[in-house]
């Protein structure tokens, strides 16, 4: 599924772009470009270096074919005044060769001089380069500064930054239950106001106003009827004899007295 692997590959460099832009540190980035920019220019130094030792090398050969190309000279014309005609013509043959080699050489050398010469201006050109943007590095980094403390100091201002956004989620829950305190203080001063704390809590033995009236007029209905009881007993003569006090006893009844009979006419 050649959609969906571009969506996932898609999906995935954004997420790792976005993971990079919040991770990358603009000083950073901006450090690691001039150090980048340092070797290439000490690279380009070394190149210089490079090519003036190569030049210096054949500069040196040189100066030895023309000592040698002097020296074969003189010997073909010695050897010729010596009536050795084959020893100058072998001398001056390899003074030609020596001398097809110094015009080699004399070339070779002019181009590494020009080389050197372009890699000069490059130096220069990349130097000038460099310390334009180290200045501008600067800059940049003292803007970056001053604009990450302008942030810091404006969110602490405001109040957007996570800490405060912290310190204002805890202070208004201790606002909160401030107010659910001062609401329940209200609401107990209230009821206690009310005389709702004065009456007996349901339960336990307790009772409550229907179960006291209830109580009260079913123990006057009580003494309603004993009263009615005792007007009953005292209206017959069968009332009770009084109490007696405590630790006494009842005295003995003497012997009933015989009624006298009645007189005879």
């Not at 690691?32 to 220019?41: A, F, G, P, R, T």
Request: hydrophobic fraction near 35%; glycine fraction near 6%; avoid cysteine.
């Amino acid at each position: 599924m050649p959609g969906l692997t571009g969506r996932a590959s898609t999906v995935v460099k954004a997420k790792i772009s976005k993971m990079l832009d919040r991770a990358e540190d603009p000083a950073e980035t901006l450090e690691y470009s001039y150090q980048k920019q340092i070797e290439q220019l000490q690279q380009v130094k070394q190149g210089i270096a490079d090519v003036v030792t190569a030049k210096k090398r054949l500069q040196l050969q040189e100066e030895k074919n023309q000592a040698n190309i002097v020296k074969l000279d003189t010997q073909a014309r010695q050897a010729l005044a010596a009536g050795r005609e084959d020893l100058a013509r072998t001398a001056l043959e390899r003074k030609n060769v020596a001398q097809t080699e110094l015009q080699s050489l004399d070339k070779q050398i002019q181009e590494l001089e020009q080389q050197q010469q372009q890699m000069v201006e490059s130096e220069a050109r990349l130097r000038t380069k460099v310390e334009q943007f180290r200045t501008q590095k600067e800059v940049i980094k003292a803007q970056y500064s001053a604009a990450e403390a302008q942030v810091r100091i404006s969110a602490a201002a405001t109040g957007v930054g996570d800490e405060m956004a912290d310190v204002g989620l805890a202070m208004q829950r201790a606002m909160d239950k401030t107010e659910q305190m001062k609401a329940r203080a209200s609401a107990v001063q209230e009821l206690d106001e009310a005389g709702t704390f004065d009456q007996p809590l349901l339960g336990g033995g307790g009772e409550d106003d229907l179960d006291r009236q209830l109580r009260e007029l079913s123990s006057g209905s009580e003494v309603d009827s004993e009263m009615a009881k005792l007007k009953a007993e005292i209206g017959s003569g069968d009332a009770p004899a009084a109490a007696l006090p405590a630790g006494e006893e009842a005295p003995v009844d003497a012997e009933p007295v015989a009624e006298a009979e009645p007189e005879q006419s």
